[in-house]
């Protein structure tokens, strides 16, 4: 439950940060202020074509998927790996695709646009973080499936 409290914890953290990040995408903030320095250019890395995969701004995409983080981490009780496997496997499965897609996004930033948008670092340690502490209710979710079996 601890675990479980925690991704609430981050999740919520990391939802207000990407909640910024899709302000500035769809014009509800002309900007967001970067910590000194030429390496970062929060606007110019969250207006980029990067930042609008299918056209639509990756952050509005982001915080609907890191808000369902919440639901999934509340329900069922200590024993929920036990009890209902499905679930943990279902929030680790989600949890891994949103590290993923943060690495990947984090790997543009230099390589693509060389800059750095450090509410987006933030949300996406956050992510990883997230991630981390689904694992050990999946592997015990998959322990429970493997000798239901």
Known sequence: MRRRRAIIVLSLCSSAVTALI?????GVLRHLPDPPGKLWD?????????GY??????ATIGLA????NVPLAAIGGEERAETMPALP???A???????GTALWFNSEMPRKLKKWCPYCLVAS????SIAALQIPEAVAALRKISRAS
């Open 22 to 26: 899709a302000m500035r995408q769809t």
């Open 42 to 50: 929060t606007d110019y890395v969250n207006t980029s074509e990067v």
């Open 53 to 58: 995969p299918f056209g639509v701004p990756d």
């Open 65 to 68: 998927s890191i808000a369902a």
């Open 89 to 91: 496997l279902l929030a």
């Open 93 to 99: 499965g989600k949890s891994l695709i949103e590290a």
């Open 125 to 128: 340690i956050l992510n990883l």
